[in-house]
Nanobody
Framework: QVQLAESGGGLVQAGASSRLSCRSS????????MAWFRQAPGNEREFVAS????????RYADSVKNRFTISRDSSKTTVDLQMNSLKPEDTAVYHC???????????????????WGEGTQVTVSE
């Protein structure tokens, strides 16, 4: 059983930076592809970024490319999302997600992920 717990987030001004962390358990035996999704009120949950287990290959949504960076620590138990140049439209609840496996291609569809964190709120003010 994979468990995920997000931390970070809060209220920031437009143009500022913020960092989210996702601590995982249950991934070390089979590996996990990790991802961040976000959901704004009235919107569907959308893909933000993902990272593969072995090679650390990252993928990003076009809306966050060159502003957000997904990374993981050497133990692969924590995945971070560094968010720079934040915009009001980045306001959402950010969820960490995982799917077991060590393939070198990370999905971008939320239906491909089996495990989810409860989410952490990021609010970007004008």
């Amino acid at each position: 059983q994979v468990q995920l717990a997000e931390s970070g987030g809060g209220l920031v001004q437009a143009g500022a930076s913020s960092r989210l962390s996702c601590r995982s358990s249950g991934c070390t035996r089979l590996g996990c592809i990790m991802a961040w999704f976000r959901q704004a009120p009235g919107n569907e949950r959308e893909f933000v970024a993902s990272i593969t287990w072995n090679e650390g290959r990252a993928r990003y949504a076009d809306s966050v490319k060159n502003r957000f960076t997904i990374s993981r620590d050497s133990s692969k138990t924590t995945v971070d999302l560094q968010m720079n140049s934040l915009k009001p439209e980045d306001t959402a609840v950010y969820h960490c997600a995982a799917v077991l496996g060590s393939r070198n291609y990370a999905p971008m569809d939320r239906r491909d992920f089996d495990y989810w964190g409860e989410g952490t709120q990021v609010t970007v003010s004008e």
